[in-house]
């Protein structure tokens, strides 16, 4: 599957963003999906997943309440609304997808997309 990133760009702290993530494949409903994000100088870290069916949902303790991940499976799009955004949200988010659900690092996942800016200005 090959997944496709966008939505990004740059915004005030406090304001919302929506990225999606594209996959193209006929099997894009039977894959977990993730967003993990990474800041300059510093490793890729988990940010939301999602289920196949979309039922489940797991999110990093940074973004609980703030960020919300669904999920298209007709259009074979994921997306993650991002609200209340702050500085620390600022990196290149990614999106990922694989055979596990709930997995919270890298090694989870098998296909990524190629990433999309955020930047959250105070």
């Known amino acids: 599957v090959q997944l496709q990133a966008c939505g990004g760009g740059l915004v005030q702290a406090g304001n919302s963003l929506r990225l999606s993530c594209a996959a193209s494949?006929?099997?894009?409903?039977?894959?977990?999906v993730a967003w993990f994000r990474q800041a300059p100088g510093k490793e890729r870290e988990f940010v939301a997943t999602?289920?196949?069916?979309?039922?489940?949902?797991h999110y990093a303790d940074s973004v609980k309440g703030r960020f919300s991940i669904s999920r298209d499976n007709a259009k074979n799009t994921v997306y993650l609304k991002m609200n209340s955004l702050k500085p620390e949200d600022t990196g290149i988010y990614y999106c990922?997808?694989?055979?596990?659900?709930?997995?919270?690092?890298?090694?989870?996942?098998?296909?990524w997309g190629q990433g999309t800016q955020v930047t959250v200005s105070s």
């Open positions: 999602i289920s196949w069916t979309g039922r489940g949902t």
């Open positions: 990922a997808a694989g055979n596990v659900f709930g997995a919270r690092t890298t090694g989870g996942y098998a296909y």
């Open positions: 494949g006929r099997t894009f409903s039977s894959y977990a």
